[in-house]
């Protein structure tokens, strides 16, 4: 049996409210069926356009076996393109980040606009035509100061994101921010373990114990069941629309992702070790409302975000290998606050890296349990784990479709 076949099997014949069987989180050709049906068919949060600041800005990065880079061309627009040169492959952009006036291939030096089209290709034939060898572009879209790009040749329709997310994300300005810290943690284990650790809060108490001063373990604030009848929440989304912040819980219909406004333990307005902020200036110059709480977005497969009064942390989850995952968090801040003065940038990240170095050793752990042969499907908690039940049902309901699907796409 071909693993797609094993695949789908696996998935009609899974129990709901179950972990999932072993090979979705070690088996290289589950993983193979993951990039193909997922990472390379669905729109991916990949960087901030405040980290692209100016014309020629650019930064690149790795979705499974296809090298992209996202520059910010003449006109001030985000593009995307496939960074392999038209002549003989060569990645043309090699460093994670840089500013270039034009992009040029370290190889033979073709060069390209920062509109993807070439624009000299040293003594090539007199009949040699650059237009027909642009770099090829991969769909782009920003909103709110997120960049998504989707490797397809004919992506999924990304307005009813944007409808739902530039309202919830907007008056935050994050297209105006900094990104005062980032870190990128390595974990040895598949995604899907890592969003299924994230979706829940059942760990927190027993492995949290910084981000638990401020963050509330309850499950309807990490989960998406009960979130509606909380009178505590119900106020809080009252409160921070009348000071015009969309805050209430909302879900795409297919589950794919969700934002939603929570207050924070008691007085708390930070991630902090004593719930005060870590920026003397807000993030933004538009929200001066008192305790505001977490802005919460996840959008599957790549991002789950906080935005707080005074930062915004936000975690871009790439897949390195069937078993090694790639978290990369940063800490967003207002463009004019200043380092040493307005915040110190360890403070400000240390709740957050010890939650992920916590969260590290947590998937870790897990995926030496799976590798055993004894190991089989667990049932997750329905009170605490709604949130992770949500997710291993949106992989499922995604792939099913796509497994049974048009059969074009074979391993
Ligand atoms: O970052 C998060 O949203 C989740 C919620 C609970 C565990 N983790 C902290
Ligand atoms: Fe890029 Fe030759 S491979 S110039
Ligand atoms: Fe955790």
New binding site residues.
Partial sequence: MDARTRMLELIRTRKPGHALEQPFYTDPDFYKLDLELIWYRDWLFIGHDCELPKPGSFFTVQIGDYPVVIVRDREGKIQAFHNSCRHRGSRVCTTAKGTQARLVCPYHQWTYDLDGKLLFARQMADDFDPSSYSLKPVACEATGGYIFICLADQPADFAPFRAMMAPYFNPHRLTEAKVAFETTTVEKGNWKLVWE?????Y??ASN?PE?CKT?P?APN??GVNDVESDPEMIAHWAKCEAAGLPSHFRISPDGQYRATRTPLLRDSVSYTMNGKAAVKRNLSDQVNADRIGSL?L?HYPTT???VLIDHAVT?RVLPLGPEETMLTTKWLVHKDAVEGVDYDPHELAHVWME?NEQ?RRIVEENAFGIRSPSYEPGPYSELHEG?TIQFVQWYADFLEPRLAGDGKTRL
Avoid: I, P
């Fill in positions: 650790n994230n979706r829940e809060c760990h927190c949290h981000l963050f373990e604030v990490t919460m996840y789950w975000n906080h975690f939650t969260d949130g």
